[in-house]
């Protein structure tokens, strides 16, 4: 076949198998396949450079960096909407429509109030080739090569496609997806963001798309700006049919009747929305007819034929009765606020987050002041603003404390940083955190070690350093509270199994500034070993694609204190994370190309590290077992994978089958 046509073939495959994974969430083959299609695209491609079409789903991503986003004027504005907080302004909102409409019976359309941010994609002759947030409405900013990034928008569509199209909808960051992407971006020394709708935003209003491109980002298509010559007449059917034509479209909605299935919809969904993965607000009501809404009109910026019935709000008010802070684990001092508790919207609130001293002196936040605080989903609560209308001359500034409350140590703030910090590291404060951290799931998987039990093995003067926990005994543990028979040798279990994590996780789990887990991966990758990393100089560092002099310097920083080479030392001699060195032999291709599955219980991997021992030696690992995979892995139990192989002719091996296979690529052979 000519290649020109087995590309095209390729694109069509691709965007269907997109369709089926972003939009449906049904998809038909594994990600491995999807990868391997790509994987042909590609190279066809990249022989062809002539066949690359802009709306290649190899395209999405690879746009350079943006000095300044280009002004995007809106052919049709992007309106706002009208609110109400509860039934009686609904039926006030129905009412007029109604007599407007001189009580011709009408529907309303149910959905959603996506919380996030709004965007409007233009198509033409079906390619995307156009992305624009809303701006003031009329004027936004062109966002198109972030938005291209987002898989769940089309950039091409189906040949029945209206030659010009603009649909509208809201960008948002899945909830589920927060919590992880803000604690990265702390051990980044980056600053939290507040909540997934400021993710949302900020991440589609980034001028480097690998950026935007990093993020889970989604969309919900809630309306059209245009379609030129098709014949639409509800929103209802618009929905549809641009449901059809491939974009996202929000299931949750309704075809109202009568203003009492408006109410059941709203009273349904404000006991649900928290579960939702997307941020809500609210539900918005659309009257169906596009006759009708023309009739109706715009007032102002707010179209009279919809309105936004806003759930119950996630604020409310109280009192900021001290501001304390704690030590973080790198010795950051993170000031919060205890209040008085409230209750927002089911929940009590007690304390809430205040980020740092630059972040109260801008809200100008007193000790005493009225607050406003917010709590949204998952979210830690947030001091929005104090009201210092209610002040009455009370109300006390706060300063973060020149002496660490824990160490006595002098705290300091560094030129152009936010944080103030405790030098000392060893701070029991800073070493509980630490400890916490080192043995958490990204780093080095320790489990049955909480922040109590942590105290009181440091209380105990049992460790000193995150080092200690190697040399900890049976005894030891015994000592302390909470501990039974079984409990201790789970804990020295777990230990020990922690030493056969790879170097990248250690590397993590030193809690090094911007050091977080993909940053540790290309580290790693470079310099496998203390050995050859404490020997690597600034030059050597920032020679790692994607390490810049801000990373290369807090690890050299790091390693050329004298504590934590003392760490390092230990850490060493109890051979934590010392496969590695030996693994460094194995030629890194040694599994080029290979595709495995792995399945069952295995004797000497976890499952975290076969895959990282497999990705290490340039081999993939798939979730399912298809036509494409080359070995299946098989440990104890292995289940219904097994079956599938044997079907499918896969190759099947044991754990004891690999091992030899990677052996024979090792100059120094793993034991
Ligand atoms: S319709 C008149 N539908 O709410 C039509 N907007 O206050 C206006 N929004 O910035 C938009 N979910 O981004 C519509 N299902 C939905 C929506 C929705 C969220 C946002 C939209 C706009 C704001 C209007």
């Not at 049904?26 to 590609?42: F, H, K, N, V, W």
């Not at 949750?252 to 009747?257: D, E, F, S, T, Y």
């Not at 007819?289 to 009279?304: I, K, N």
């Amino acid at each position: 076949m000519h290649a020109a046509k087995l590309a095209q073939d390729l694109r069509e495959e691709l965007n269907y198998h997109n369709h089926r994974y972003h939009i449906l969430d049904d998809p038909e083959i594994s990600d491995s396949q999807y990868d391997a299609l790509m994987g042909r695209l590609q190279e066809i491609e990249a022989a062809n450079p002539e066949f690359i079409t802009p709306d290649s789903p190899t395209q999405r991503v690879g746009a350079e960096p943006l000095s300044s986003f280009r002004e995007a004027n809106h052919l049709v504005p992007l309106l706002s909407l009208g609110n109400t907080f509860d039934d009686n302004g609904f039926l006030a909102w129905y009412q007029r429509v109604n007599i407007l409409l001189e009580e011709a019976s009408f529907e309303m359309v149910c959905e959603l109030k996506f919380d996030g941010l709004a965007v409007a994609l233009t198509y033409e002759d079906g390619v995307f080739v156009r992305g624009a947030t809303r701006g003031n409405g009329t004027v936004g900013e062109d966002v198109t090569l972030n938005l291209r990034t987002i898989r769940s928008i089309p950039l091409s569509l189906p040949k029945h496609a209206p030659k010009r199209l603009e649909v509208r909808g809201e960008v948002i960051f899945p909830k589920s997806k927060f919590e992880a992407f803000n604690t990265e971006r702390i051990s980044q020394g980056l600053t939290a963001y507040a909540n997934p709708r400021n993710t949302a935003a900020g991440s589609v209003r980034q001028l480097d798309p690998k950026i935007t491109a990093s993020r889970p980002l989604d969309i919900y298509i809630y309306g059209l700006g245009y379609a030129e010559d098709i014949d639409l007449t509800t929103h209802w059917e618009a929905m549809e049919f641009l449901n059809e034509l491939g974009f996202k479209v929000n299931r949750n909605m309704l075809l109202a009747q009568s203003p009492q299935d408006v109410l059941d919809y709203y009273r349904k969904w404000v006991t649900l929305w928290e579960q939702l993965d997307y941020g809500c607000d609210g539900t918005v009501i659309k009257i169906n007819r596009f006759d009708y809404q023309r009739h109706l009109g715009v007032m102002g910026r707010e179209p009279r034929w919809a309105i936004a019935y806003k759930f119950p709000a996630t604020q409310a008010t109280t009192r900021l009765r001290e501001i304390r802070i704690n030590v973080g684990r790198t010795g950051r001092i993170n000031p919060y606020a205890v209040l008085d508790p409230v209750d927002v919207n089911g929940v009590t609130v007690r304390q809430a987050t205040l980020h740092n001293e630059d972040n109260i002196k801008t809200k100008d936040l007193r000790i005493g002041d009225w607050v406003v605080v917010e709590r949204a989903g998952e979210v830690i609560p947030q001091v929005i603003t104090s009201i210092a209308a209610k002040r009455d001359g009370t109300e006390t500034e706060f300063a973060i404390p020149k002496i660490c409350p824990t160490c006595n140590h002098e705290i300091v703030r560094a030129q152009d940083e936010v944080a103030h910090f405790c030098p000392n590291a060893a701070c029991p404060a800073q070493l509980i955190r630490l400890l916490e951290h080192f043995v958490s799931r990204s780093a080095m998987d320790i489990e049955g070690l909480g922040i109590s039990q942590s105290t009181s093995l440091l209380n105990a003067g049992h460790i000193k350093d995150v080092a200690d926990l190697y040399n900890l005994t049976a005894k030891d543990i015994v000592s302390i509270d909470r501990f039974g028979e079984k409990s201790v040798a789970n804990l020295l279990a777990a230990i020990d199994a922690s030493k056969s994590r790879p170097f990248s996780r250690l590397l993590v789990a030193l809690g090094i500034p911007l050091v977080g887990v993909e940053v540790a991966d290309l580290i790693a990758r470079h310099f496998p070993s203390f050995e050859t990393l404490i020997a690597a100089e600034e030059k050597d560092l920032v020679g790692i694609p994607g390490v810049g002099p801000k990373i290369a310097g807090t690890i050299i920083s790091y390693f050329s204190s004298e504590s934590n080479r003392k760490v390092v030392e230990k850490l060493s001699a109890a051979r934590v994370a010392i496969s590695v060195d030996q693994k460094q032999n194995l030629t890194p291709t040694a599994l080029t190309g290979l595709r495995f599955v792995v399945t069952g219980r295995l004797a000497n991997f976890s499952r975290s590290d076969i895959v990282e021992t497999i990705k290490e030696l340039g081999g993939t690992v798939s979730a399912s077992v298809s036509r494409k995979t080359d070995y299946l892995i098989t440990g104890e139990d292995p289940g219904s994978k097994l079956t599938e192989a044997e079907t499918l002719g896969v190759t099947i091996i044991s754990e004891t089958e690999f091992t030899a296979m990677i052996d024979q690529n090792s100059a120094t052979p793993l034991t």
